[in-house]
């Protein structure tokens, strides 16, 4: 799996075309993860998303996948994931002119019973490519907090990096993660998530072979067993 993994991962850097810098509206992404268990057998799913900016997202001068981001969009989504038995409906609203962000989702699980959590969102963004945030759901409130910061590095690199911690009452989460981006078009990084005592280390890399088609791969390795994602989206 590993050797595919590099084929794949050479292939995104040297069979690319050249980005240009012009703005989209919506995004539509498909994706597969497969998961190769330690204990035997193996399990595959789909998953799909949505999204639509109620302004068009201007790209010049930004990484294309954190273009959204920098520019501060407001927008809204549909996705599905674990072959549709996960779905959420959401939004971001960016509150022009203030520092001030607000986010909704609404996510239905149907893994043998169903279950259905509302979630918002609130944060801040005190300076350009720096958002902190926390949420809470329709069940109560857990002392928790997400990090974003995107920043510059010289004239053509850019640098992801982004956390969340969640202190629950039976068991803490942590997630941190970097990007770094070799120029506008390709990011390379990985991440470390310690989801209730379960470890995931994982590799990961995006393309944009031109301004409005991209492609990404990630490798993770957990208790569970090592997975691969394979995934691709496009602009508009």
Known sequence: MKLKTLAVATALVFGSAAAVASP????GSASYYHLDRDSGGSDGAFGVRGEY???????????LAEAAFL??????????????????????????????YVAADVSR????????VV??????????????TTSVTDDGYDANVSVK??????????????????DDDWDDYLSIGADFYIDRTFSV????????????????????????????????????GTGILIGAAMRF
């Open 71 to 100: 520019e501060r969009s407001t927008n809204v989504y549909a996705q599905g994931a674990d072959d549709f038995d996960a779905l959420s409906v959401g939004g971001e609203l960016y509150v022009p002119n203030t520092m001030f």
């Open 189 to 224: 990084g990985g991440s470390y998530e310690d989801s209730y005592g379960v470890d995931v280390f994982s590799l990961r890399t995006r393309k944009f072979f031109t301004n409005e088609i991209s492609g990404e791969l990630a490798l993770s390795d957990s208790d569970w």
């Open 119 to 132: 979630t918002g969102t609130f944060g801040v963004l005190p300076i350009d490519g720096l958002r902190i």
């Open 149 to 166: 910061y995107v920043t510059a590095i010289g004239s053509v690199n850019y640098l992801n990096v982004e956390g969340t911690y969640q």
């Open 53 to 63: 900016h109620f302004a068009p997202v201007q790209t010049r001068n930004h990484p």
């Open 24 to 27: 989209y509206q919506i995004e």
């Open 109 to 116: 699980y149907d893994y043998g019973s169903s279950d259905t």
